[in-house]
């Protein structure tokens, strides 16, 4: 069972990914629900799998959904969202595809998703995988065995252009850390020629394509 700290973040490294100032925000495993204290004028709406957090979000006055996306979708009204927020969220969703395809009725014209994932093309996992062999699923972090799918920034694109979406912007927002100087001059040299390698989590933004998604 994850700690109570897990589902108390504010996440405001994820702020910068946010364009202007949301309305109704529509935040999907919204943990003890405090990301709505960066915006406390805003209608917030929370959605949380976790009937710990969930109470948690209750007893403190936040507007929450207690129960899974897919399973609780149809409680939450269509074109209303001016922003949507699913941070640590689409990796565990067991359909990410419809996921993406069904939220989108749920944002207004205009309207952005922000999203945080882990980058299983991080240098810790490529080392364990290509050097050590293994892959060993832990109790936290990218390789997190709640963790259903992985992601690159790439092919996270990729799936959320099929899904009808455009991703507007990407960007690293935490690190690898503990590296000695030697390994981190070699993962320099490295993304050189191979990209970021140490991106441990990376955010993005995204808003409704004018084109109709792809067929499946």
């Given at each position: ?12 490294d ?10 109704r925000i529509?935040?999907?495993?919204c943990?003890?629900g405090?990301f ?5 004028k805003?209608?917030y709406?929370g959605?949380?799998p976790?009937?710990?957090a ?16 897919e399973?609780v979708?149809?409680q939450?009204?269509?074109e209303?969202?001016?922003l ?7 990796e ?9 395809l069904d939220v989108?009725?749920?944002?207004k014209a205009?309207g952005?998703?922000?999203a945080?994932?882990?980058n299983v093309?991080?240098?810790?996992v ?5 050097v050590?062999k293994?892959?060993?699923?832990a109790?936290?972090g990218?390789?997190d065995?709640t963790?259903?799918h992985?992601?690159?920034p790439?092919?996270f694109?990729a799936?959320?252009?099929k899904?009808?979406w455009n ?17 981190l001059?070699v993962?320099?040299?490295l993304e050189?020629f191979?990209g970021?390698?140490?991106?441990y989590q990376f955010?993005?933004r995204a808003?409704?394509a004018c084109e109709?998604?792809?067929n499946q």
């Open positions: 069972m994850k700690s109570s700290a897990y589902y108390s973040a504010t996440r405001t994820m702020l910068r990914f946010i364009d202007h100032t949301p309305i529509l935040d999907i495993g943990g003890a405090n709505s204290l960066n915006f406390p805003s209608e709406i959605v949380e976790s009937i710990q969930a109470h948690q979000s209750i007893a403190r006055e936040r507007n929450i959904i207690q129960g899974r996306y399973d979708a149809n939450i009204p269509d209303y969202f001016d949507i927020v699913c941070n640590d969220v689409i565990h969703m067991a359909d990410p595809m419809a996921f993406l989108k009725t749920k944002l205009g952005k998703l922000i945080s994932l882990p093309r991080n240098i810790e490529l080392y364990n995988l290509i050590n293994d892959f060993q699923y109790d936290a990218i390789l065995y963790h259903l992985f992601f690159t790439k092919s694109s799936m959320a252009t899904c009808g991703v507007e912007i990407y960007e690293p927002i935490s690190f690898t850390k503990d590296i000695s100087p030697i390994k001059l993962i320099r040299i050189l191979l970021n390698l140490c991106t955010g993005i808003s409704i109709q998604p792809q």
